[in-house]
């Protein structure tokens, strides 16, 4: 039996809202920027519908791995989330967003190096997500 393919949330016809989150872990690290990160908790805060996209390196034992996520947020308070991978999109998921307080103390918080500050980059994006076919709508 064969696996159905997984919807691209980047073909759908929506604004890019942030610019994309670079952070990176492992042996090597990248912090994500303060401007990137404090502008996507203003969208999931403001439920504001939109493409987010979150590109995440994990160096390790002189190799690295990276994985871009697409987040989907949709005017239900739900987003959808797909890593995209190089065979393409993978691993649905439907999101809850978390209680806009929740992302409050990252957006009251100051940057003053242009990185991400604690409130923020420790700060979920969601939390509850379900396996889930994706789409647009």
Avoid at 20 to 39: A, F, H, K, Q, W
Avoid at 113 to 120: F, I, K, L, R, V
Wanted: glycine residues 8%; hydrophobic residues 30%.
């Amino acid at each position: 039996m064969t696996a159905e393919p997984v919807f691209d949330l980047t073909t759908c016809d929506a604004p890019v809202l942030c610019p994309e989150v670079e952070s990176g872990y492992g042996e090597g690290v990248i912090r994500p920027s303060d401007e990137s990160l404090r502008c996507v908790m203003q969208v999931l805060h403001d439920r504001t519908p939109g493409l987010l996209f979150e590109k995440v390196t994990v160096f390790g034992l002189g190799s690295t791995d990276t994985v871009t996520q697409v987040y989907l947020v949709k005017s239900d308070g739900k987003m959808n989330r797909e890593a995209l991978l190089e065979r393409g999109p993978n691993a649905p998921q439907l999101c809850p967003l978390l209680p806009p307080a929740d992302y409050e103390p990252c957006l009251a918080s100051t940057s003053t190096d242009g990185y991400a500050t604690p409130a923020c980059d420790t700060q979920s994006w969601t939390s509850g997500c379900e396996d889930s076919p994706v789409t647009c709508d």
